[in-house]
């Protein structure tokens, strides 16, 4: 089975059981119009062999007529011969249409009309002799004879001949009979065979399809099993995890307040480092947690967002912070998506206060919210079968400090950082919750470094379309 | 309440009524606490304390062992006698399902356990103070230690 993987296998199957359906069809009917044609060719033979014995008949009526007048000088003997006359053309006429396709019978004819036509003109001769109260002449009477004899023998050959043939016929017929059983069984034979790749290729097909299914169901309980554990991780970083951390911070706070003064240097130190290290610790588990609140999908409702009244938004909340770092936030017209509303205000704050808080120290912020439609096919890395799809692409240009770009996909894994928290403080969840916010939308985010570290461009592509509301 | 009321606690877990009994030191109040493990042990403590005045504040933990701390928050406010006893629930949670609930079976304050007090130390004040002028209302109180 070449084709087992494809169902082109089964329009070629389809399509040669039709083509066989057909062909079967039109040799049934070729078939039955044989078998007519052969049954006309033996009734033309009875037909010609009929007709012959009418002239020969006809003949007879003329001879006995014209000598009956001849013997008797009667003129009724001159009726049936008139009548004879009078046949006689229309059985010459119709005799040969019947036999114009042989031309060796063609040929016995025009003999016989010839012969006919000499014999005919010795009668008219004795005749007129009969009525000019003549004797007759023997010698045309003897020659009239002759000539009929000669009649008698060619169609007694015609008739044989015709005969043979239509032996033939039949026999040819009988053969055609045979033939066409033995074609339309064979035929029937073949379809039936080939209904049977058909059917087993659908079959084979089917189950494949039914197997795939099954993997697919079972891929789906693990993933379902796997949300299920990662809600309990949730739960447990959020209980467990966090109750030692607050004693850890609530008594190292205590020890401050109370006991800080009588500490030795050394002591206050470490004591400081172990609170700084609780926060921290308490930080990432607040990320970790946000992060898998984000990756958990359900009862997330998709609707309709205005980009624009939510750049607004976003640039009133970061007023403070724009009027003091002298940011300016250039967006152009925004188009309005279908989206997890809380979850794209996020995207967006996350990726307006990156390029803030990665700006160069000397330059003033400057933030380019560009937008154009652009086909799956433009975006680096997607699947085969999205390239037809058209996405809107949001691209977030900055002209800060920018990265390496050998770290353009690893800026994207969670707490990953690039830089010092002493340069830059924070815990390198910002860009993971991005990337996991877009890809909950159906779609890709890409960061682009600008040359001599101008600046990063974050390209954000969201399906057009968003007809994949989330599942479980 | 009276300015002797007692201050009763239901946590289960040692660390936290250790720190806990350390911060209300550092308000400075005169009112004695009285720690108790769990529900049960909070209802029968309040049942049987013959001074019908006596507990003026309850702290209560959600998750305890036997009798969690919503179950007691139900009792406590639906029986008469001790409804009007203001509770302060204090937990680890920060869920808004949890808020909600407490606040809808009639708790007066919901505190997330915090790991700085000095919200917390603000908070009991402000609610001590506030108890003992809501129900002296006729009778001029008598300042605090801790409002000096």
């Given amino acids: ?472 | 309440m009276n300015r002797n009321a007692t201050i009763l606690i239901a946590d289960d877990d040692d660390d936290d009524r250790y720190l806990l009994q350390s911060v209300l030191d550092d308000c400075n109040l005169l009112n004695p606490t009285v720690f108790v493990g769990d529900g049960l042990e909070l209802l029968e403590y309040i049942r049987t304390d013959n001074n019908d005045a006596s507990v003026g504040l309850i702290i209560l933990d959600l998750n305890m062992p036997r009798m969690d701390g919503r179950e007691v928050l139900k009792v406590l406010k639906t029986e008469p006698k001790l409804r009007k006893i203001p509770v302060v629930v204090l937990t680890t949670s920060k869920s808004e399902k949890d808020v909600n609930q407490c606040y809808a079976l009639g708790a007066n304050c919901y505190i997330s356990k915090p790991s700085s007090f000095d919200v917390f130390n603000d908070t009991i004040l402000t609610l001590v103070k506030f108890w003992i002028n809501l129900t002296h209302l006729p009778i001029k109180p008598e300042p605090f230690k801790a409002f000096y």
């Fill in chain 1, 1 to 472: 089975m070449i084709l087992r993987n494809d169902l082109l296998g089964i329009f070629l199957a389809m399509a040669v059981s039709l083509f066989m359906l057909i062909f079967l069809s039109w040799l049934a009917y070729d078939r039955v119009q044989e078998t007519g044609r052969r049954t006309e060719s033996v009734n033309h033979s009875y037909r010609v062999r009929l007709k012959n014995k009418d002239l020969t008949n006809t003949l007879s009526i003329i001879e006995i007529g014209h000598r009956g007048y001849l013997l008797s000088g009667q003129e009724k003997y001159l009726y049936p011969y008139a009548e004879g006359r009078n046949k006689l053309k229309k059985v010459t006429r119709d005799f040969r249409l019947l036999v114009r396709d042989n031309p060796l019978q063609l040929r016995r004819l025009d003999t016989i009309n010839m012969l006919i036509q000499r014999h005919i003109n010795l009668i008219e001769l004795n005749i007129s002799r009969i009525k000019a109260k003549q004797h007759f002449d023997g010698v045309a009477l003897e020659e009239g004879r002759k000539e009929m004899d000669k009649i008698r023998v060619i169609s007694r050959h015609f008739e044989e001949d015709e005969l043979q043939l239509l032996n033939q016929r039949a026999e040819m017929q009988k053969i055609a009979d045979r033939n066409t059983n033995f074609y339309l069984l064979l035929l029937s034979v073949v379809s039936l065979a080939f209904l049977l790749i058909f059917f087993r290729l659908l079959y084979v097909e089917l189950s494949r399809r039914i197997s795939f299914q099954k993997t697919l169901e079972e891929k789906l309980t693990d993933l379902e099993r796997a949300n299920a554990e990662l809600e309990q991780f949730a739960y447990v970083a959020s209980h467990d995890l966090q109750e030692p951390l607050r004693k850890i911070r609530a008594f190292g706070e205590r020890l401050i307040l109370k006991q800080y003064d009588q500490l030795s240097e050394d002591g206050k130190a470490n004591l400081t480092k172990i609170n700084q290290s609780a926060n921290r610790m308490q930080q990432l588990i607040d990320d970790l947690l946000l992060f898998s609140r984000t990756a958990n999908m359900r009862e997330k409702i998709f609707q309709e967002i205005d980009l624009n009244t939510l750049v607004k938004r976003i640039q009133e909340e970061f007023s403070d912070t724009i009027s003091k770092k002298k940011v300016t936030i250039k967006s152009v017209t925004l188009p309005v998506i279908s989206g997890i509303e809380f979850q794209i205000i996020q995207l967006f704050n996350n990726l307006i206060s990156n390029a803030i808080k990665y700006s160069k120290p000397t330059t003033p912020p400057v933030i380019e919210i560009v937008y154009k439609q652009v086909l799956g096919e433009s975006i680096a890395g997607i699947n085969t079968n999205l390239k037809e799809n058209i996405y809107h692409q949001i691209s977030f240009i900055d002209n800060g400090i920018g990265f390496d770009p050998i770290y353009a996909e690893k800026i994207f894994v969670i707490f990953q950082r690039l830089h010092n928290r002493s340069e830059y403080e924070g815990t390198g969840i910002g860009l993971a919750l991005c990337r996991r916010i877009v890809s909950n939308h159906n779609g890709f985010i890409v960061a682009e470094a600008k040359p001599n570290q101008e600046g990063a461009i974050f390209h954000i592509y969201l399906p057009v379309t968003n007809h994949l509301a989330p599942k479980l």
